[in-house]
């Protein structure tokens, strides 16, 4: 009976687990949120707008939520390297859920009477 228990709990957090493990940490659903926000973004435009990330995390952010195929990273072959960033379609399934978190945040934020 109680490795039927843990099979179920194991089961159902796979869901929880797959979807943190990809949008987890610091900076992850906030790219996603910029990204959405700007449609496109360079290198330099994220790294202004996450001034709190130093390059080697956004460089390895950016590589993981390319990897999970949550974002494209389009290489533009001119002089200097021009390379963008955008929201693949897998990401863009997220941003319903990213903007509830952002809408729950300025709630909290005003019952707390914080500065946004």
Not at 25 to 52: A, N
Not at 86 to 103: A, K, M, R, V, W
């Amino acid at each position: 009976m109680k490795n039927k228990l843990i099979n179920s709990e194991i089961k159902q957090m796979c869901g929880v687990d797959y979807a943190f493990k990809r949008i987890g940490g610091k900076y992850k659903g906030r790219i996603l949120w910029h990204l959405h926000s700007k449609t496109v973004l360079r290198y330099g435009e994220l790294s202004r707008t996450l001034p709190d990330i130093t390059t080697k995390m956004l460089t390895q952010t950016l590589r993981e939520l390319e990897e999970d195929k949550l974002i494209i990273r389009e290489v533009y072959h001119v002089v200097p390297p021009k390379v963008e960033y955008s929201l693949s379609e897998t990401g863009l399934e997220l941003i319903p859920f990213i903007q509830y978190l952002h809408n729950w945040g300025n709630i909290q934020l005003e019952k707390e009477a914080l500065p946004c």
